[in-house]
């Protein structure tokens, strides 16, 4: 009687997939939310060998991760590792599809394919749209804060303003006041979001008849690329939605009217700015000059309430605060003056 032989189950060696190139859409112009493109890997190797990826096994597919990250980087020859921001979607295998997220407002993503660790990862770059489109979301707080972003820099003020604001800073600093600078120069790219998004929200102007950009005080913002014009499915222009997106925009801003173009905040000669204090302010005014010899200024001792600059629900803030900062130069706005610029 013969003994049977033991069947030895023969073993798969698994085979080592790198990923050399992936595709995409250079740039899809107008897509807005809901809108989905495709990433693919091109080419790759298997064990060595060129492939196109059509000869992966599932599992092998599955060895392939994908990331896509929202752009807010410029392109630099064919590199893309200066990519920042949010991460918008992950995934595995030969391809991916990706769902442009409602209120999207980044105007380029790129995809990163990559096996076992994002150091080896290949990218694509995608532009979404020549434009970007703002819509109602959290998100767009993002664009507003990088593409236009708040300025809290002294430096960049006016020369003789910047010097009346340092004075009067200092005498606060001396009086144990707490100051926040909020914002200083804004750009004039920034005034013509804050200005534009007011008309609209407001429906004091129709979303097609937005400029793309403008001049004012020698300045030239060049197209910024905004589309305030939101569609429906037909492609007709959808004014409600229009003005649903810049009234999100003007919320965000926390302005009721249009900021002005030529204001002092643009020329650099104003300073939004919080302060506050408690108990008694005691604070100098400022000094003068006498035979040739600095005079110290007067010191005031500030014991009236509000114990603040000016706030959402007081603007006008301290009066005899204002008063102190009137003798070196710096006024403050006050409740009557908040009014639609002209």
């Keep these: 009687m013969g003994i049977p032989a033991t069947a030895t189950a023969a073993t798969t060696k698994a085979r080592k997939v790198l990923v050399k190139a992936i595709t995409g859409p250079i740039r899809a112009i107008g897509a807005v939310g809901g809108n989905k493109i495709t990433f ?24 392939i991760k994908w990331v896509v990250k929202e752009a807010t980087s410029k392109q630099s020859g064919n590199s893309y590792k200066l990519v920042v921001g949010r991460e918008l979607a992950t995934g595995t295998g030969k391809t991916l599809e990706y769902t442009i997220p409602t209120g999207m407002i980044g105007n380029a993503v790129v995809a990163m ?18 434009k970007m489109n703002f819509l ?11 593409t236009f972003p708040v300025n809290r820099e002294t430096e960049k003020l006016d020369p003789g303003f910047k010097v009346q604001w340092e004075a009067f800073a200092k005498a606060l600093e001396d009086a144990k006041a707490k ?39 020698g300045e030239d913002t060049g197209p910024v690329g905004i589309e305030w014009s939101h569609t429906q499915a037909d492609g007709r222009v959808d004014v409600a939605k229009s003005k649903q997106a810049a009234n999100a925009m003007k919320m965000l801003f926390g302005i009721a009217y249009p900021a002005s173009l030529t204001s002092n905040h643009v020329n650099g000669k104003a300073i939004d700015v919080s302060i506050e204090w408690s108990g008694t302010l005691k604070i100098a005014e400022k000094g003068t000059m006498k035979d040739g010899k600095a005079v110290a200024g007067k010191e005031h001792e500030i014991k009236t309430t509000p114990r603040h600059g000016g ?3 007081d603007p006008a803030g301290n009066k005899e605060l204002r008063d102190v900062a009137a003798t070196y130069g710096v006024k403050k706005m006050l409740t009557e003056e908040l009014a639609p610029p002209i």
């Design 40 to 63: 693919k890997v091109l080419e790759c190797t298997v064990d060595g060998k060129g492939s196109n990826g059509n000869d992966l096994t599932a599992d092998e597919a599955k060895q």
């Design 113 to 130: 394919a990559y096996v076992n660790t994002p150091s080896t990862e290949i990218a694509q770059w995608v532009k979404i749209s020549d």
């Design 136 to 146: 109602p979301s959290s998100s767009t707080h993002l664009a507003l804060t990088t």
């Design 179 to 217: 100051v926040d600078i909020v914002s200083t120069l804004r750009s004039l790219g920034r005034a013509y979001m804050m200005h534009y998004c007011a008309l609209v929200a407001n429906g004091q102007i129709k979303p097609w008849e937005v400029p793309d950009g403008i001049k004012s005080l």
């Design 311 to 313: 706030k959402k629900a």
